[in-house]
């Protein structure tokens, strides 16, 4: 139990026993608030959450339970208008704290549920026959972040890569890779190679429509399942998925299914035959659709005129699948805010199909747009950046700033993977995830700003300071931590967990981020503010504890966002 936990509890005891006989709120601990200035306490509660139980103006409810609180072991209390001030016991909560850290190492701030939750977190869904370009950098670390987060959370996690795998576009490719291509090109060129014979077959198309026939006819072969058709299209899929697994691997991102949309192509059929007879399909134009207009939503495209099926077709039966074969309490869909209709749509007709888990269970977690240094960034027209060499320059430009800091450092190109890679991780995750993301170098790998370089070199700060103090092994003496900056540090270790639960019951790593970027902060205030190894060898050894505690943390907060702590800088 933390100390917020326990100051809900203590105070939740003061309150029945001042206004005996009145109900008041069972569970306080999402009522106390962090003050906006450290001199007017480490938590609030507003008084005001009373009034109505207890038919009192909050000044006097502060006055009444500030007398209550005298020489509390836990913390004393003040009143400041209808507000009631905590100042916790510093020796006793930084003794605490960094104590309860180090015994639970790289645990701390995880759980282990009562009962088995299990959550499926779709993200990164590249598409085949495409290079892995930046616009797929959010959605990609989202996800993974979020799938750490759940799983050090103690949910199952389903990681899942929904593939971009179907659509007349696949015919197009195997039209053009027949006129034009050979196995030797692609074999050589990669999918940078698949994407210049698309762009050709557009070109050509222009000139030439029947090209556009010629595509459709291949596509209706790989539907039909004939041979050579699926050949080539599982060539083509093997080598995207080669290609986006060194990205992968690179970010420190895993799958434990690729199941696209093809896997689906099968499924569809009874699905649709469900929405007839539950008489959900209306024609419209040629077309199906589920009206929606009960929602304050448009009709829902279910088949189009030709009989074709659509991405709300699938998704309603990739849904249903997932919920039938995984059994999930959440099924999340990691995807840019432009689809959040669609998602809207695909979770309303699943509910009108009776369906009532998909209103509590299914959301979308929807994210911003990337541009990059002031450019915004567009496929058609061919000002993309691709995610491999953004990395590779990522790497490139933190080893020259390595070599300019710390040249005779060991295993340079090591960290300037971990700094350069963990710089555009960090980057990304540190805002809200709807909001735009425009992505500066100078920005993400400055070490003196709000930055995964700058939380990084606090990291291994601390590892050079416990080298030097590995000596020391008096008993450490927390009397003498009663300064401010080692109880702004020891709160902000301790507002982690919760920090994780919120970034979990949001959907939404940044809160991680933000608290780590608060940890480092707080943490390079205490180490210029004080020294550490002091002759004082007990008040070194609890200052040295303090500064193990703060880097597990931000160890442990680092991994969950999916960056690397070196150990030198």
Known sequence: MDAKEQLSLALQKTIAQAFEGVDSPQDITNFLEVPPDTAMGDYA????????PLRMGPAQIAQELSSAWQDHELARAEQVGGYLNFFLNRQNFIKGITEKVLSEGDRYGSKK?????????????????????????????????????????????????????????????IAAYKRWGSKEMIEEGGVQALSDLYVRFHQEAEENPSLDEEGRVWFKKIEEGDPEALTIFEHFKAMTLKDAKKVYQVLGVEFDSYQGESFYNDKMD???????????????????????????????????????????????????????????????????YQQTLHFQQVFAVLEKMGYGWAKDQCEHVAFGMV?????????????????????????????????????DMDDKDTVARQVGVGAVVFSTLFNQRIKDIDFWWDKALNFDGETGPYVQYTYARIQTLLEKGRDITAVADYDQLTDDESQQLALAISRFPEAVENALNRNEPYLVTRQVVEIAKTYNKFYYEHRILTDNLGEASARLNLSRAAAQVIQIGLGLIGVETPKEM
Request: aromatic share 10%.
């Open 270 to 336: 009874p699905v649709i035959e469900e929405l007839r007879e539950k008489s959900l399909l209306i024609e419209s134009d040629g077309a199906e659709v589920v009206m929606l207009e009960e929602e304050n939503l448009p009709p829902c495209l279910i088949l189009k005129s030709d009989g074709a099926t659509l991405y709300s077709t699938r998704d309603i039966t990739s849904a249903l699948y997932r919920k039938k074969h995984y059994g999930f309490d959440k099924n999340l869909y990691v995807v840019a």
């Open 45 to 52: 509660f507003p008084c005001f959450r009373l009034s109505k």
């Open 371 to 407: 541009s990059y240094e002031g450019e915004a960034l567009s496929t058609r027209r061919g000002n993309v950046i691709y995610l491999d060499e953004l990395l590779e320059k990522a790497q490139e430009k933190a080893l020259d700033i390595l070599e300019e800091k710390n040249p």
């Open 113 to 173: 549920l009562p009962g088995k939750k299990m959550v499926v977190i779709d993200y990164s869904s590249i598409n085949i026959a495409k290079r892995f370009h930046i616009g797929h950098l959010s959605t990609t670390v989202i996800g993974a972040a979020l799938a750490r987060i759940y799983t050090f959370l103690g949910w199952d996690v389903l990681r899942l890569n929904y593939l971009g795998d179907w659509g007349t576009q696949f015919g197009k490719m």
